[in-house]
Nanobody, 120 residues
Framework: QVQLVESGGGLVQPGGSLRLSCAAS??????NSWRWHRRAPGKQRELV?????????YYADSVKGRFTISRDNAKTMLYLQMNTLKPEDTAVYYC??????????????WGQGTQVTVSS
């Protein structure tokens, strides 16, 4: 199993910055990719950014040039650096990974989420 805990959310003014963290524990050696999703009020959950075990990254068009995903060397921490924040970025942000389970099947694991509010 993999356990994920997000932190770093809060209230910030437009144009400000925040860094979200995701602490992973458990069978972390079996993780294939790491992702950040978000769910804004009244909208469906969307993929914000991801990074694979090989280091390939993806960013949604809405956050390109403003957000950066990264991992630590031990691959136990995932980060999301968010710059030039906009009110449209207000959402609950979720850390997620896909990993091999005990039966060698790939499955998703999710954190509980952390609230980011961008408002003046």
């Amino acid at each position: 199993q993999v356990q994920l805990v997000e932190s770093g959310g809060g209230l910030v003014q437009p144009g400000g910055s925040l860094r979200l963290s995701c602490a992973a524990s458990g069978s972390i050696s079996r993780i294939n990719s790491w992702r950040w999703h978000r769910r804004a009020p009244g909208k469906q959950r969307e993929l914000v950014t991801s990074i694979t075990a090989g280091g390939s990254t993806y960013y949604a068009d809405s956050v390109k040039g403003r957000f950066t995903i990264s991992r630590d060397n031990a691959k136990t921490m995932l980060y999301l650096q968010m710059n030039t924040l906009k009110p449209e970025d207000t959402a609950v942000y979720y850390c997620a990974v896909d990993a091999l389970n005990a039966r060698w099947a790939l499955q998703d694991y999710w954190g509980q989420g952390t609230q980011v509010t961008v408002s003046s």
